[in-house]
Nanobody
Framework: VQLQASGGGLVQAGGSLRLSCAAS????????MGWFRQAPGKERDFVAD????????RYADSVKGRFTISRDYAKNTMYLQMNSLKVDDMAVYYC?????????????????WGQGTLVTVSS
């Protein structure tokens, strides 16, 4: 399984970006997916996750109400719509997938990772 994250870039505070995570290879081998982010000098933190069906989503408190996670099964792609961006959202964003049906906020429980895409928010 290969995950390719894209969509990062430079945006002003208050702006929006949409990240994409395209999956290829044995896409039938994973189920739940998630987004994580890592700011310089900090640990990789949970942002949002989504169940295999797409019917269950969860968000970190810091992004709740501003970010939306979704999946397009026909395109084997997961998205993260980020609105009302803040300087604190600036980080490298990683997409991840796991073989289990259930979602998880823990990085250690994901089996596949994308390479990351940088989001820069200017004040």
């Amino acid at each position: 399984v290969q995950l390719q994250a894209s969509g990062g870039g430079l945006v002003q505070a208050g702006g929006s970006l949409r990240l994409s995570c395209a999956a290829s290879g044995r896409t039938f081998s994973f189920n739940a997916m998630g987004w994580f982010r890592q700011a310089p000098g900090k640990e990789r933190d949970f942002v949002a996750d989504i169940s295999w069906s797409g019917g269950i989503t969860r968000y970190a408190d810091s992004v709740k109400g501003r970010f939306t996670i979704s999946r397009d099964y026909a395109k084997n792609t997961m998205y993260l719509q980020m609105n009302s961006l803040k300087v604190d959202d600036m980080a490298v964003y990683y997409c991840a997938a796991r073989r289990q049906w259930t979602t998880s906020i823990n990085t250690s429980e994901y089996d596949y990772w994308g390479q990351g895409t940088l989001v820069t928010v200017s004040s």
